[in-house]
């Protein structure tokens, strides 16, 4: 079987979160990691389509540094102790090195379950993304500076129009024929195609690619610069 979802902006509404008031909690966080204040679990809310397996439930450290920030959120047994970050083990060669909890699984989508649908499947590619920028605070943020396309960008509303007209663009690929998010379906393999538009640093429009087994909402995902503008702007 084969089938081809697009989904219209409309249908995504609040689902790429951004940081809420609990950053103010943050602020108030000493410097280094600490345990997070702040339940991750809440990012989950409205994606409803997909579920915390039983017996799982999703913990954050968090990292701060003169106004800056990043977290780490872990899916962790429900019985499963959270120590203080330092008296857990550091992933060394990951940014910031963080730390890890006993019984943490290696991934957070590991311990998410969803619904089937291709719907649940684009969910999954945004709520991953979504918590990868839990708890980034000034310069620790990337994602947040992200606007998923549904058309060309110098042809829709002023909120969606990139910070320079058209012809101040180079493809270095293709011009998409299809802008709108879209859920790939082939037998057991289900693709998640979107594209967003960033500013930091340069003008550039990206291709996001994940890949799934049809039943897990584990992916691999790979990303492609299909346009650069002019210089965009620094944190």
């Not at 997909?50 to 017996?55: E, Q, T």
């Not at 060394?92 to 890890?100: A, E, I, K, T, Y």
């Not at 110098?154 to 709108?180: F, G, L």
Request: aromatic residues 12%.
């Amino acid at each position: 079987m084969t089938e081809d979802t697009t989904f219209t902006l409309a249908r995504l509404g609040t689902l790429k979160t951004k940081p809420g008031p609990e950053t103010c909690l943050l602020e108030q966080l000493p410097d280094g990691w600490s345990i997070s204040p702040v339940d991750p679990t809440a990012v989950l809310v409205p994606f409803t389509s997909l579920w915390l397996r039983p017996g799982y439930l999703l913990r954050a450290y968090q990292f701060k540094e003169n106004g800056n920030g990043n977290a780490v959120v872990w899916a962790v047994p429900v019985d499963a102790e959270f120590p203080e970050p330092g008296l857990c083990p550091r992933l060394q060669g990951v940014f910031l090195s963080p730390p890890r909890p006993p019984g943490a699984l290696d991934g957070i989508m590991a311990a998410i379950d969803g619904d089937g649908t291709p719907w649940s499947y684009l969910c999954a590619s945004l709520l991953a993304r979504a918590l990868g920028e839990f708890g980034a605070m000034w310069h620790g943020s990337e994602w947040t500076t992200h606007d998923i396309l549904g058309a060309e960008p110098w042809k829709i509303t002023k909120r969606h129009q990139t910070r320079s007209p058209e012809e101040a663009w180079q493809w270095s690929e293709s011009k998409p024929v299809v802008w709108k998010p879209q859920v790939h379906v082939a037998d057991d393999v289900v693709t998640v195609t979107f594209l967003t538009y960033t500013a930091l640093g340069q003008e550039r429009i990206i291709q996001h690619t994940d890949t799934f087994k049809a039943g897990n909402y584990q992916f691999a995902t790979q990303y492609k610069v299909l346009a650069t503008g002019p210089a965009g702007y620094v944190w």
